[in-house]
């Protein structure tokens, strides 16, 4: 198991320490969501996280982003722990592209105040979005970046959007203001395969060029393979693989298979 130091002085910037939450405790329908996980991110990380249905994958993303209290353990940001804080207060440090692509982004505002609603992620809530001609040539210039000319199209609604073109803009969104920590929840399964490959290979880019420290779960092996520094393996809550770039690029997914098989063997034995 890799030191959750990362062999440098001090505390790391993202920390996990000793998380643990068990959802219906006492009920015959207990289930221990995660177990005492524990890991450290250095600044422009970018971790993969894979894992069987009811590993744990959502439910430490939910934790980290606050939509899940842990019963115990601990969550640092710069030696910060953040565990008890609210959603709202963790919007500041904490940026997330989910699932679907509908969720990310608002379908009846325009691709520009989409992009002025994340400026004032984590600021307390007004009616007026800010949307001048400096922030309109900002916007233009962060979302060229996609290549999919959607900075001529900045007045257009999103509905209007193809599922990758939302989810690609939800990206950008996630990214503006280089948040501490990046969330990453499958972000890619709902897109067909062209889309889905688009959206990887600009996640790569964004996260590498903004050296944001990133958190992707995915159940595709492949693309756990492919993209990412860092590659955790989750079951029955507990992280059971920690691989570093250099372990990681030697795998390959008849690897990762064997070891999913080897795990749950383990646990059927006992």
Known sequence: MRDVTGGRQGP?????????????????????????????????????????????????LNALAGEVLLD?????????????????????????????PMVGTAPDLSIEENLAVAVRRGRRKTFRLGLNRRNREYF??????????LENRLSEKVRSLSGGQR??????????????????????SALDPRA???????????????KITTLMVTHNMQHALRFGTRLFMMHEGGIVLDA????????????LVGRFLVTDDKMLLG
């Open 140 to 149: 233009r210039e962060r979302i060229s970046v996609l290549g999919l000319g």
């Open 72 to 100: 115990s353990g601990g969550i640092l940001i710069d030696g910060r722990d953040i565990g008890s804080q609210p959603v709202y207060r963790r919007a500041k440090l904490i940026s997330r592209v989910f699932q679907d």
């Open 244 to 255: 570093p770039a250099e372990e990681k690029a030697g795998l390959t997914v008849n690897d």
């Open 12 to 60: 790391a910037p993202i920390r996990v320490h000793n998380a643990t939450k068990v959802f219906s405790p006492g009920t015959p329908n207990e289930k221990t969501a995660l177990s005492k996980v524990d890991f450290a991110l250095e600044d422009g990380e970018f971790a993969v996280v894979i894992g069987s249905n009811g590993a744990g994958k959502s439910t430490l």
């Open 196 to 210: 889905a490959e688009l959206v990887l290979k600009l996640t790569s880019e964004v996260v590498t060029g903004d």
């Open 167 to 188: 989810q690609s803009l939800a990206l950008i969104m996630a990214a503006l203001l280089t948040p501490r920590l990046m969330l990453l929840d499958e972000h890619t």
